[in-house]
């Protein structure tokens, strides 16, 4: 379990916050989605939460672990994979396979286990007719395809997602959405997906909303649509009538 108990962050630019005595809980093998607007905590929270960023004040545990203790950095980084919102900047290699070879490699995995991984998750995401071929020349959900292979060779509990489908128009978004599901679905890892878009947000079994750095809800998908003061906040109108209509409602810009 990731636990964030009353977690404050200031980046050293700022005067304020970026989030501020935030509490969650992220259990195993769950699907959490993470709902708000732009510059409302959103990736911060993934930093704090995959251990990448250090609170000012409050606690932060990964399965008992506290990632402020050098002696468990190593171990957290195997338990806790953080997707970033800008795919391209992410590859550190020239082909897809070896992409995906890397994280095993650099944690220990034996020549013999790697190449089982990575033929598993090529297969998985049906990644394998496109094995030789550089990362970068691929479509906008290949290439998420290709990091969510490269994060699951490294076999994490956890799977932060800053966002994944931000970079996609619609059809990719609905391909990187299913390829989640089964993530989570199939293989059991933890998933906690960042999100602007309402209809990802509430195909999640569980939802958290912030605000300004707050949490200001965490719920099912049918609590969060009976919740109208919290859709108020976020600057989402009509939500129900929107997904019924098929339209993907974001929240508002704040300012």
Known sequence: MIELSSVSYTYPDSPSPAIREFSLGIEESETLSVIGRNASGKSTLCGVAS????????????????????????????????????????FVSVTVEREVATGPENLGFS????????????SFFNLLNVRKRPPHALSGGQMQKVLLASLLA???????????????????????AQELKRVSDVLGTSVVWVTQFLAEALACPRVAAIEKGTLVFV????????????????????????LSSGIDAQPRRGR
């Open 51 to 90: 251990g990448i960023l250090t609170p000012d004040s409050g606690t932060v545990k990964i399965d008992g672990l506290f990632p402020g203790d050098s002696v468990w950095q190593l171990e957290i980084r195997r338990r806790v994979a953080l997707l970033q919102q800008n795919p391209e900047s992410q």
């Open 154 to 176: 490294m076999r994490p509990a956890y799977l932060i997602l800053d966002e994944p489908t931000s970079y996609l128009d619609p059809l990719e978004r609905s391909m990187v």
């Open 111 to 122: 020549p013999a286990e790697t190449r089982g991984i990575v033929e598993e998750l090529l």
């Open 219 to 242: 719920g099912t998908p049918e609590d969060f649509l009976a919740r109208k003061d919290v859709q108020a906040a976020l600057g989402i109108e009509r939500a129900e009538r929107l």
